[in-house]
C-alpha cells in the first residue's frame, strides 16, 4: 500500500530540507483538503485490505473524528463551500494517524509471509 517515499533521503539532508519545506507546505495548501477540514491520512482510499484493517485498528475516538471530517467535507463540497478559517485544518494538526498503523500492518503481513515459506529441515548428524 505504503509508496516508496523520498523523506529520509531528504530529512538526512539539512540543506535539502531547507529548500523543500516551503515547497511542501505551499504543495498542502495548494491541495485543499485543509480548507475542508481533512487531514493527509484521510484521503488514503478505502479499497485495499490493509487499510480496512488499519480502520478497524484505530482508537473510536479517532475513527469517530474520521468519519465526522469526511462527512463535514462531503457536505461542504455539496454545497460548494469551504470552512470558516477557525475550523480549517491547521498543519499543525494535519499530523499522520492511519499510515503508521498502516505501515504496521504491511510490516505484520511480510513477517507472517516470510514465516509461511520458511522450510524447516531436520538436522544431519
Known sequence: MSAPSLAGYIVK??????????????????AGYRKLG????????????????????LP??????????LRRAFQCSLAHQLLPKDQQTKPDEDYAYLSPIIKEIESESRERDDLEAMVVSKRKK
Open 13 to 30: 539532508r539539512p540543506w535539502l530540507k531547507r529548500w523543500m519545506m516551503p515547497l511542501a507546505s505551499w504543495y498542502a495548501d495548494a
Open 38 to 57: 481533512l487531514r493527509a491520512d484521510d484521503l488514503i482510499p478505502e479499497e485495499s485490505d490493509t487499510v480496512l484493517l488499519a480502520l478497524k485498528r
Open 60 to 69: 473510536p475516538k479517532e475513527a469517530y473524528d474520521r468519519v465526522f471530517r
